[in-house]
T-cell receptor, first 114, second 111 residues
Framework: EAQVTQNPRYLITVTGKKLTVTCSQN?????MSWYRQDPGLGLRQIYY???????DKGDVPEGYKVSRKEKRNFPLILESPSPNQTSLYFC?????????????FGNGTRLTVT | QKEVEQNSGPLSVPEGAIASLNCTYS??????FFWYRQYSGKSPELIMF????GDKEDGRFTAQLNKASQYVSLLIRDSQPSDSATYLC???????????FGAGTRLTVKP
């Protein structure tokens, strides 16, 4: 089944404790992206990747890191989480950012930082 | 000014009615337009995309695009309670490697 898989689905952590949210897609998509979703603010892009070893900042990159060592994986790293990073996070992938290929979303990760 | 604007709602319609959801965007270079449905706590799922001016129909859904007015809409005919969700408008300008989302319109269909 074609899908984007995120783990974990729920995560509660404390301020400053490094964490990684994994994202994997099995559709051979070139483009992958991370979003956070907060009430009233919609989906805001954190980082995106056009292909292996090519990543770039989105609108809200502060406090986050990403890597794209393999085409299928695009982990999101919070080196020192803070309470303002409490949010619902989505990984998404697309065949390409060009044209009409839509974004396919993972099931989301609800992160709480206390 | 927000780049993709949607009325946050809630928009409430009776079962069987037509629901009309609107979206305006600021980037004139935008080339393709998407509507996603998102149930509470779930991930967005694609309903339709459109890239040419005019209407595009898929079952009970019709997307309408007017690039001159920078306006895209989604009509849902014969609305069902299961259509109750938040609808996200997304706009892509692939010259900028960019896809922007509106904050969404919450739709409630009352039985």
């Amino acid at each position: 089944e074609a899908q984007v898989t995120q783990n974990p689905r729920y995560l509660i952590t404390v301020t400053g404790k490094k964490l990684t949210v994994t994202c994997s897609q099995n559709m051979n998509h070139e483009y992958m992206s991370w979003y956070r979703q907060d009430p009233g603010l919609g989906l805001r892009q954190i980082y995106y990747s056009m292909n292996v070893e090519v990543t770039d900042k989105g609108d809200v990159p502060e406090g986050y890191k990403v890597s794209r060592k393999e085409k299928r994986n695009f982990p999101l790293i919070l080196e020192s989480p803070s309470p303002n990073q409490t949010s619902l996070y989505f990984c998404a992938s697309s065949l390409s950012i060009k044209g009409y290929s839509p974004l396919h979303f993972g099931n989301g990760t609800r992160l709480t930082v206390t | 000014q927000k780049e993709v604007e949607q009325n946050s709602g809630p928009l409430s319609v009776p079962e069987g009615a037509i629901a009309s959801l609107n979206c305006t965007y600021s980037d004139r270079g935008s080339q393709s337009f998407f509507w996603y449905r998102q149930y509470s706590g779930k991930s967005p799922e694609l309903i339709m995309f459109i890239y040419s001016n005019g209407d595009k129909e898929d079952g009970r859904f019709t997307a309408q695009l007017n690039k001159a007015s920078q306006y895209v809409s989604l009509l849902i005919r014969d609305s069902q309670p299961s259509d109750s969700a938040t609808y996200l408008c997304a706009v892509r300008n692939y010259n900028n490697n960019d896809m922007r989302f509106g904050a969404g319109t919450r739709l409630t269909v009352k039985p």
